[in-house]
């Protein structure tokens, strides 16, 4: 049905349901009860809303950097300027965005709807998570008062002992910002292993549910590390403690493997989430099993376990031994396999299905070809002969944009489409959605194939200035990130449009199978289930998942469908809401 | 191999960049496969499995272990495939031929300086051509790394230890030398060249000093060492402020704005000062960062650099008439 009828009939229900429902957003309302509220759902929001700042502020930077590198010389800034944007915006995207991103907002807000919870194990830990973000944050801007950093996002010393006065503020934003990953991977293993509602056995959890899982494995495990080096970090420039800097006794490449040990993992942290999503978002959209369920949910926790063990392969032409980097090139390779696996799974379960090509679907099908490159242009920068020519060089830029923007940014915003309705209870504009995901695409592809180009040809990366050769791949690049920032802003518009004015969504406008659509009203109540739901059947089940074609198909489809009224869903709480207008 | 080189690489003028230039070669091309393959079946699928009707519920498709086992087993041939080649060439990179002549390498922020066993000294690395080189490079301050693209090697240069690479070019002409870790405000204009020339060239330049200077007057002495100290990255000669102020226009300048507040005059003593110790007074507007590794110049040098700017400077007449 056309949105004018819809609009017309969820208004009807309105009046109807307005005596005994009560949705989680109007319930409790008020600023005051928004910051102390311990719904996982809201503090879902305020993540959302704090990391969409973050995201705007760090794309800002980067179409800055991008446009001082637009022609030789100096356009819009000097050189000093330019270490400080660049660096800024690595800084901002990694720790204060991507390694937050899915699993504080998606994560928090869907995990407990789809094992069937009321909420995570430590709600007031959950609170607390936000606040520490909020805190790292806040010293983020103080670094910036105090001097700014111009050390580029990895800090390497002895560089980043002498330099900048924003420096201590900085790594300490980041020791900080680090607990509330450490509290939210922390909640989320146990909501996981203890709430799981009856029949929600391992097998059968939502494969977004095991990408969580094996995330919050390496935030809790890995997350330490940082903290510790940005700690002595700290004392060797406050105290003068030789650690890492050479004029006081200590190793520079030292630091180099602290701070991969960390960030590697890191790097899994960023995607594992993402992988989980894109599993969601294929199988609903495809109305398909996922080909090789079982694979796809080890080779997260495989990848989690490697992931530990590679963070050589940032350091082959460092000066560590030989031996090393050959280990590390090896188990490398070892961690590419699962990946490729996935995506392998991902396609095959496309075959036979129902495609349906909404946006969400777009994004999971641009995350397939985008993190495809970014998978294959890693295995050559694993290759240890051929990363030495490539080795910080525009290449290494163009590898994890396309694997952490094309993989993990477009997992979040096919994401972001796919549970709006959900969050908001509100349909976002289809048409704008398809063209935004379009200019994404397209933009997307134009700033960072280029950018492996120039980096084969050898342009080095972090340089505010180039020779002629790389001017017009310079170019080209800049353009597309103009074109990418108009369909991400196109993105924000109709979000925000979509707010206040989308058309009502229905509880499954997509005909999903997992425990949100099925057994949660259209707006979450505000302790998610009305009544436990019991889990009979696995979550891409759709062959036997009768209370799917009962109650939400035809609302988002478009059309009615003229199915057999199924059996209500176990326990789900409005069997018949849609039915008899659409029958 | 042309002096453009491919789609992807620049022009290779090594030994080993063949070697390298075939190993990118085969990965691009397996890779592009492969990944077309996934496309184009992602694309077939999304258009011949698309919905039709709202209400279709398609059977679910049995796992097939075979399928899941090929692509398990395949990718894992392929990857290990290139992690021997990579590892082989990687050796052969690693480890320099006995015969190879030796260079000392110094690389500070943000200039290279190549020091010949001769003790010839020079900003430019001239390197004969059939001849394997190497490199023993170490950093006076953080770290930096020595990139040739033409020549596909990398290394980083560290402070507290010697680190080396080693290359032999198989043509003459001149290549760019980047640094590739980042070290501060003007890292990307520490860039240098390599100069590859016949070995008749080489000795005659090696011979010569790198060019000598004893007889040289001092401001022509102060140009070449303008050149070939590096000042010439922060310091320019058209009167546009780079990392440090301009020299033109600089000597005998009368009120020379300092960051405590003072002015001074820019006459010989000052200029000096600044140069053996930069950090004493600093100019207004700039930052204290050129390094104290000035210091060691010799006194001719010195003059020699002062004679330069004088002779770039408006302020030159009246100050030799007072």
């Known amino acids: 049905m056309d949105a004018a009828t819809k609009g017309a009939e969820v208004a009807h229900e309105e009046h109807h349901d307005e005596a005994h429902d009560q949705n989680y957003l109007q319930y409790e309302p008020g600023i005051w009860n928004w910051l102390t509220t311990k719904d996982h759902k809201k503090i879902g929001i305020m993540y959302a809303v704090s990391l969409a700042l973050v995201f705007l502020v760090a794309g800002v930077l980067a179409i800055m950097v991008r446009t001082e590198l637009v022609s030789q010389g100096e356009t819009i800034m000097d050189a000093d300027t330019y270490n400080q944007v660049f660096t800024m915006h690595g800084i901002l995207m990694v720790f204060l965005f991507l390694v937050p991103s899915i699993p504080a907002i998606l994560g928090n807000f869907v995990l407990p709807l789809q094992i069937g919870a009321k909420d ?318 379009f200019l994404i695409f397209v933009g997307f592809n134009a700033t960072f194939f280029s950018q492996l180009v120039l980096g084969a040809k050898g342009m080095p990366r972090r340089y505010y200035d180039y020779v002629d050769r790389f001017e017009a791949l310079h170019q080209i690049s800049t353009y597309g990130s103009y074109v990418l920032a108009l369909g991400l802003f196109i993105v924000l518009f109709y979000g925000v449009y979509s707010m206040f004015f989308g058309p009502k969504a229905p509880a499954n406008p997509w005909a999903a199978a997992t425990l949100e659509w099925t057994n949660v009203a259209a707006l979450p109540d505000p302790h998610n289930f009305v009544r436990t739901p019991l889990v009979t059947r696995g979550p891409y089940d759709f062959h036997l998942a009768d209370e799917v074609f009962g109650s939400g198909d035809g609302v988002g489809d478009g059309q009615a469908a003229s199915l057999d009224v199924p059996e209500p869903a176990p326990a789900a709480p409005e069997p018949s809401e849609e039915a008899p207008q659409n029958a | 191999m042309g002096d453009q080189g491919t789609f992807w690489l620049p022009e290779a003028a090594s030994t080993i960049a063949g070697e390298v230039d075939s190993l990118f ?181 090696l011979a010569s000093g790198g060019g000598a200077t004893d007889d040289m007057p001092l401001p022509e002495l102060g140009e070449l060492l303008y050149e070939q100290q590096g000042c010439q990255t922060c310091h320019s000669m058209d009167g546009s402020p780079k990392v440090g102020p301009t020299w033109k226009d600089l000597y005998g300048k009368p009120d020379h704005p300092m960051a405590d507040g003072s002015t001074v005059t820019a006459d010989e003593d000052y200029l000096r000062e600044a140069i053996v110790e930069p950090g004493v007074q600093i100019v207004e507007g700039y930052q204290n960062v050129m390094p104290a590794s000035y210091s060691s110049l010799s006194e001719r040098e010195l003059a020699a650099l002062i004679e330069f700017m004088k002779l770039n400077s408006k302020y030159a007449e009246e100050g030799s008439d007072g």
């Open chain 1, 120 to 437: 995570v194990a430590f709600p007031r830990l959950n609170l607390a998570s936000w606040y520490v973000y909020m805190i790292g944050a806040i010293m983020t801007c103080a670094a910036l008062y105090f001097g700014g950093v111009d050390t580029g996002w990895t800090f390497y010393t002895p560089y980043s002992s002498s330099t900048g006065g924003g420096v201590i503020w900085m790594t300490s934003a980041i020791f900080v910002s680090g607990f509330a990953s450490i509290f939210t991977g922390l909640n989320f293993i146990v909501t996981i292993h203890k709430m799981r509602a009856p029949g929600m056995t391992w097998n059968r959890l939502p494969l977004f549910v095991w990408g969580l899982y094996a995330t919050s494995i390496v935030q809790v495990l890995a997350t330490p590390v940082i903290g510790i080096t940005m700690l002595l970090l700290i004392l060797e420039r406050t105290m003068g403690i030789g650690i890492f800097d050479p004029a006081l006794g200590g190793d520079p490449v030292l630091f180099q493997h602290f701070f991969w040990f960390y960030s590697h993992p890191a790097v899994y942290i960023m995607i594992l989430p993402a992988f989980g999503v894109l599993s969601e978002l294929i199988a609903t959209f495809s109305r398909q099993r996922i080909f090789g369920y079982r694979a796809i949910a080890l080779s997260s926790v495989a990848i989690a376990m490697l992931g530990f063990l590679v963070w050589g392969h940032h350091m082959f032409v460092s000066g560590q031994s030989a031996i090393s980097s050959i280990i590390f090139s090896l188990i490398t390779y070892l961690i590419g396999i699962p990946s490729g696996i996935k995506v392998f799974n991902w396609v095959a379960t496309m075959y036979r299905g129902s495609i349906w090509l909404q946006t969400p679907m777009l994004y999971a099908l641009s995350f397939l070809f985008l993190f495809t490159i970014g998978g294959f242009t890693g295995i050559m920068v694993g290759v240890l002969a051929v990363d030495v020519h490539l080795h910080d060089t525009y290449y290494v830029v163009g590898h994890f944009h396309y694997v952490m923007m094309g993989g993990s940014v477009m997992a979040l915003l096919g994401g972001m489409h796919y549970w709006w309705p959900k969050i908001t209870g509100r349909m976002y504009n289809e048409t704008l959605g398809k063209i935004a995901v």
């Open chain 2, 25 to 205: 070669g085969f990965v691009t091309w397996v890779s592009t496969i492969l990944f077309v393959g996934v496309v184009l079946a992602m694309l077939y699928f999304a258009i011949r499995y698309r919905r039709k009707s709202p209400g279709e519920r398609p059977q679910p498709v049995k796992e097939s272990k075979i399928l899941e086992i090929s692509w398990i087993v395949v990718p894992t041939i392929l990857v290990l495939l290139v992690f021997n080649w990579g590892f082989k060439t990687f050796i052969k990179m690693g480890v320099a031929p006995p015969d190879a002549y030796e260079i000392r390498a110094e690389a500070w922020k943000w200039n290279w300086r190549f020091t010949y066993p001769n003790g010839t000294t020079s900003p430019d690395l001239y390197v004969p051509v059939d001849q394997p080189v190497k490199l023993r490079m170490s950093s006076q301050d953080v770290i930096h790394s020595f990139f040739v693209p033409a020549f596909r090697v990398k290394k980083d240069v560290l402070p507290n230890r010697y680190s080396q690479v080693w290359f032999e070019a198989t043509r003459t002409g001149n290549f760019d030398i980047f640094c590739t870790e980042y070290c501060g405000t003007a890292h990307s204009d520490m860039m240098s060249t390599v100069k590859v020339v016949s070995r008749q060239e080489f000795n005659d330049w």
